[in-house]
């Protein structure tokens, strides 16, 4: 996949995203707005917008028989989760990285440039276009962005980073004013 003149690719180069494995996604808001809910305390309150987001990552895994979900948290302006892809009848654990055979073709349009079948990129894809779509109907803006161009990814390499990452996702909510993300923290794009 080549990426667009002018556009720095923030994914591994030369990785085959469509690999068995487990790993760390953050997507974030459009502008980076508070959109999903608030923290009151250690905990996320969400809100219509949220539990749309909240639905269409559970819906992921059941749309896509290669697909596990791990742990998972919608914050008021990003979420945080861990996507498995699996390597059906392999026997393989989520960080034992191995070849895929033929994905899903129905994973997303065959018109879309530059997003694999079955690739990380596209799982992230479908799932940005379901939540803006739900929730550019539910406010009456068609076309509006709910989120940010990309999305950030790491790929989990073992059960340590695993656990590590799980437990980051559970806290998010009660690091919510240090978070990177959270308003005041983060330098404006320019």
């Known amino acids: 996949m080549k990426p667009k003149p002018g556009r720095r690719s923030i994914r591994l180069a030369g990785y085959d995203y469509t690999l068995a494995g487990a790993y760390f996604v953050t997507i974030c808001t459009w502008n980076k707005e508070i959109l999903f809910g608030?923290?009151?305390?250690?905990?996320?309150?969400?809100?219509?917008?949220g539990r749309v987001v909240w639905d269409e990552w559970e819906r992921t895994e059941v749309v896509r028989s290669k697909v596990s979900l791990d742990a998972f948290i919608v914050m008021p302006n990003h979420v945080h989760g861990i996507v498995v892809i699996r390597d059906v009848g392999g026997g393989k654990t989520p960080t034992q990285h191995t070849s895929v055979g033929a994905q899903r073709a129905a994973t997303l349009p065959a018109?879309?440039?530059?997003?694999?079948?079955?690739?990380?990129?596209?799982?992230?894809?479908?799932?940005?276009?379901?939540?803006?779509?739900?929730?550019?109907?539910m406010r009456h803006t068609p076309g509006a962005p709910v989120?940010?161009?990309?999305?950030?990814?790491?790929?989990?390499?073992?059960?340590?980073?695993?656990?590590?990452?799980?437990?980051?996702i559970e806290s998010n909510p009660g690091n919510w004013k240090q978070d990177e993300q959270y308003p005041g923290n983060f330098a404006v794009d320019v």
């Open 147 to 168: 989120w940010q161009r990309n999305y950030y990814d790491r790929i989990i390499r073992d059960e340590v980073e695993l656990n590590n990452i799980r437990l980051y």
């Open 111 to 137: 018109n879309l440039p530059n997003v694999k079948p079955g690739s990380l990129g596209a799982i992230v894809r479908a799932f940005k276009s379901a939540v803006t779509r739900r929730i550019n109907i």
């Open 38 to 49: 608030d923290v009151r305390g250690d905990e996320m309150r969400l809100n219509e917008f």
